[in-house]
Nanobody
Framework: QVQLVESGGDLVQAGGSLKLSCAAS????????MGWYRQPPGKQREFVAT???????NYADSVKDRFTISRDIAKDLVYLQMNALKPEDTAVYYC???????????WGKGTLVTVSS
């Protein structure tokens, strides 16, 4: 029932910017911690950023001061603004919704971001 659909992935040059979007199920942002994770080619999936239902954010050290997670609760949208992109940021980016009490841990199918040098 819970659905997440990512969009916005593209090919960009190093130093450029890109904004990803995650369209979530109705009112999901009010009850779940929303997050972005990524999986670089040949590597394991890793944490990027999260935002809780009350708006508290958390970032991986590798993206701190470059990426910003935000949301539009009324539109059920979560964003990831990525600036000063590096080739190391190349990965499939996944949207996540989690709530342990509701036994919910849902993933989108991902959107590819490729950063050229």
């Amino acid at each position: 029932q819970v659905q997440l659909v990512e969009s916005g992935g593209d090919l960009v040059q190093a130093g450029g910017s890109l904004k990803l979007s995650c369209a979530a199920s109705r009112n999901l942002l009010r009850v779940a911690t929303m997050g972005w994770y990524r999986q670089p080619p040949g590597k394991q999936r890793e944490f990027v950023a999260t935002i809780t239902s009350d708006g508290t954010t958390n970032y991986a050290d590798s993206v701190k001061d470059r990426f910003t997670i935000s949301r539009d609760i009324a539109k059920d949208l979560v964003y990831l603004q990525m600036n000063a992109l590096k080739p190391e940021d190349t990965a499939v980016y996944y949207c996540n919704a989690a709530n342990a009490l509701l036994r919910m841990n849902t993933w989108g199918k991902g959107t590819l971001v490729t950063v050229s040098s």
